[in-house]
């Protein structure tokens, strides 16, 4: 059972099909591991049906009512009515993945033990979602934050100031946040991590190495 988990308004969005699709798709590979965020999921989208019930005017309820039923049409599998139906990880991953696992990919390094493969560039707009992989002991940079990063395990885990985390947890970030993870020693922690602004590094090389980034990517830092 997950120990980290999307907080409430997360949930709710997610609920009422709010999120972007990066961050959906992040909420979903956490529903897949953890039972108590699917049974809230599950009573959020019970209170959104009665609280259209006891909307007032039949022409504003049927437009939402349709709305809804649109969203939930589009996107089936967000419906936790029961846990066993979920699909695992890969499944939502499989359009990403050309090998249909993540051991096979190809892997691009982007520290020292740490490696990453973006799914599909441009997918998700500025959004970047990718597979990073953190070898066994390894340590990712200390890095901050310019907007959200969302970050669920999927295999092994990782460490850093603020707490352990292991196989489906989700951890959010933000531009209040500094961090220097540091993957578990028994295996290689791979999780799915979404970053909604580029990261920014501490230390002097990675300050060094940030400003570089942005000489090389002005667009990234444009707000
Ligand atoms: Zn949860």
């Not at 969203?71 to 499944?91: C, D, F, G, N």
């Not at 090998?99 to 190809?106: F, I, Q, R, T, V």
């Not at 395990?153 to 489906?168: I, K, N, P, T």
Request: hydrophobic share 40%.
């Amino acid at each position: 059972m997950s120990r980290h988990h999307p907080d409430e308004s997360l949930l709710t969005e997610f609920a009422g099909g709010q999120l972007s699709p990066a961050v959906a798709l992040c909420v979903r590979v956490h529903l897949n591991h953890c039972a108590l965020c699917q049974q809230n999921v599950e009573r959020l989208m019970m209170v959104g049906g009665a609280l259209l019930d006891s909307l007032p005017g039949e022409a504003v309820a049927d437009s939402l009512f349709d709305q809804i039923m649109a969203r939930i049409e589009q996107e089936p599998e967000v419906l936790p009515l029961a846990s066993k139906a979920h699909a695992s990880t890969l499944t939502l991953l499989q359009p990403w993945l050309p090998s249909g696992n993540w051991k096979d990919l190809a892997w691009k390094t982007q520290w020292f033990n740490v490696f990453e493969y973006v799914l599909q560039l441009g997918a998700f707009g500025r959004d970047r979602l990718s597979l990073v992989r953190i070898n066994a002991g390894g340590r990712a940079p200390g890095h901050g934050h310019h907007g959200r990063e969302v970050t669920v395990v999927l295999q092994g885990g990782f460490s850093d100031a603020r707490g352990h985390y292991e196989v489906g947890d989700f951890v959010v970030m933000d531009g209040r946040h500094q961090h220097s993870p540091r993957a578990f020693e028994d295996g290689d922690c791979i999780c799915l991590s979404l970053l909604e602004g580029p990261v920014r590094l501490t230390g002097a090389l990675g300050q060094g190495i940030d400003l570089l980034r942005r000489f090389f990517n002005p667009a990234l830092y444009r707000s």
